[in-house]
């Protein structure tokens, strides 16, 4: 069925952030969107001016987590705004709604917000290069009720934010700090889903990493032997001539970003291994000289060249530069989200219907 969005604009417009010092999740733009859903289905889909959402203190979401969201983007087209890959982030988001016992968002809704949200605020998309509109599409248990169940009530809203890169306007290699005490998430638990609780199982280890000089952690499973993911990202490791990535399971993020690598990847009939891999087998590569290069993919950090591992009293050095991997995805998808060339896949989506 289709939805109307009703627009309510602010009359207390935001100042526009300086270019070139965005940072990421700092600013806000003007506007949200929201709906609700009652157990029967969505309804009440309006734009609104940004501000505090009330909430029951016995909410659902504040009390038994069902919290969950997805990471996209919008970039600046000749046009209007475009947005990546809207509908992959339609399904993941979906796929972390059965996880959870919420209510899947239909995809018309899906893109609906985005578009209507995207196009009030098209003047917050940042016009530099690297730079995007963050979109974080979000849904929450609303229900005032102590019982142990899913929630009746739910909110689906979207807030925007204007972001640099992740690491910085000028990122150098990252230094990743080997979790081998704690484990992010378990096989057989919600770790494939976009819940908040997998990234606040995350924290105290990324707070000791970071306070020990490491950008974030690299996380094993949970024996402690095979890489999953990063903090905020996929990884990939050159071995020769081969990209390996961890293969997708319950326990790991299907990042968007990561697909659309692997997609590039094999059109530059690069070989491609979806794989376990163990850090002892990384070890080994790297001392027979045969670990090329690593990085990490996500909506956040688009391609981010990892410098270094540090596997408990081990570290596997990387150096100081992206490598020719990394650097020729990292350059396609900035020159795609930059419109410097063409979109032959038909990831970018306008926000204007042509």
């Known amino acids: 069925m289709?939805?109307?969005?009703?627009?309510?604009?602010?009359?207390?417009?935001?100042?526009?952030?300086?270019?070139?010092?965005?940072?990421?999740?700092?600013?806000?733009?003007?506007?949200?969107?929201?709906?609700?859903?009652?157990?029967?289905?969505?309804?009440?889909?309006?734009?609104?001016?940004?501000?505090?959402?009330?909430?029951d203190p016995a909410a659902g979401a504040l009390q038994y987590g069902q919290a969950m969201f997805e990471g996209m983007k919008a970039v600046a087209g000749e046009h209007g705004p475009l947005l990546f890959r809207p509908q992959m982030h339609a399904r993941r988001m979906n796929a972390s709604?059965?996880?959870?016992?919420?209510?899947?968002?239909?995809?018309?809704?899906?893109?609906?917000?985005?578009?209507?949200?995207?196009?009030?605020?098209?003047?917050?998309?940042?016009?530099?290069?690297?730079?995007?509109?963050?979109?974080?599409?979000?849904?929450?248990?609303?229900?005032?009720?102590?019982?142990?169940?899913?929630?009746?009530?739910?909110?689906f809203y979207v807030l925007a934010s204007p972001v640099g890169n992740y690491f910085g306007p000028r990122p150098t290699p990252l230094r990743l700090w080997v979790e081998t005490e704690h484990v992010r998430a378990a096989r057989g638990g919600i770790g494939a889903a976009?819940?908040?609780?997998?990234?606040?199982?995350?924290?105290?280890?990324?707070?000791?990493?970071?306070?020990?000089?490491?950008?974030?952690?690299?996380?094993?499973?949970?024996?402690?032997?095979?890489?999953?993911?990063?903090?905020?990202?996929?990884?990939?490791?050159?071995?020769?001539?081969?990209v390996v990535t961890p293969l997708l399971g319950d326990s790991l993020l299907a990042g968007v970003t990561r697909d659309s690598v692997l997609t590039l990847l094999r059109e530059w009939k690069v070989k491609v291994e979806e794989r376990a891999v163990?850090?002892?087998?990384?070890?080994?590569?790297?001392?027979?000289?045969r670990l090329k290069e690593a990085f990490g993919t996500g909506t956040a950090a688009t391609v981010s060249a990892i410098g270094e591992l540090q596997w408990g009293q081990r570290s596997i050095r990387l150096g100081d530069e992206r490598g020719e991997v990394a650097e020729r995805l990292y350059r396609t998808l900035v020159d795609l989200f930059g419109s410097r060339r063409p979109d032959a896949r038909g990831w970018l989506v306008p926000v204007e219907p042509s």
């Not at 959870?100 to 998309?125: N, Q, T, Y």
């Not at 990234?199 to 280890?205: N, P, S």
Request: aromatic residues 10%; contains cysteine; proline residues 8%.
């Open 2 to 55: 289709p939805f109307d969005i009703q627009v309510t604009r602010t009359t207390n417009p935001k100042p526009r952030p300086p270019a070139g010092d965005l940072g990421f999740g700092r600013f806000y733009s003007d506007h949200l969107f929201l709906a609700e859903h009652d157990g029967r289905g969505w309804s009440g889909a309006r734009i609104v001016p940004y501000g505090p959402i009330p909430l």
């Open 97 to 155: 709604a059965r996880r959870l016992c919420m209510p899947e968002v239909p995809e018309e809704l899906f893109l609906g917000a985005l578009r209507a949200l995207a196009h009030e605020d098209a003047s917050w998309v940042p016009a530099e290069p690297g730079a995007s509109l963050y979109l974080r599409p979000t849904m929450i248990a609303t229900e005032a009720y102590l019982g142990v169940r899913p929630s009746k009530k739910y909110l």
């Open 194 to 242: 976009k819940a908040g609780a997998n990234y606040v199982a995350g924290m105290a280890a990324a707070e000791r990493a970071k306070a020990q000089g490491f950008h974030q952690v690299l996380w094993l499973d949970q024996t402690h032997r095979e890489i999953e993911e990063a903090g905020t990202m996929n990884v990939f490791f050159r071995i020769d001539d081969t």
């Open 278 to 289: 163990g850090m002892a087998e990384l070890a080994e590569h790297s001392t027979r000289g």
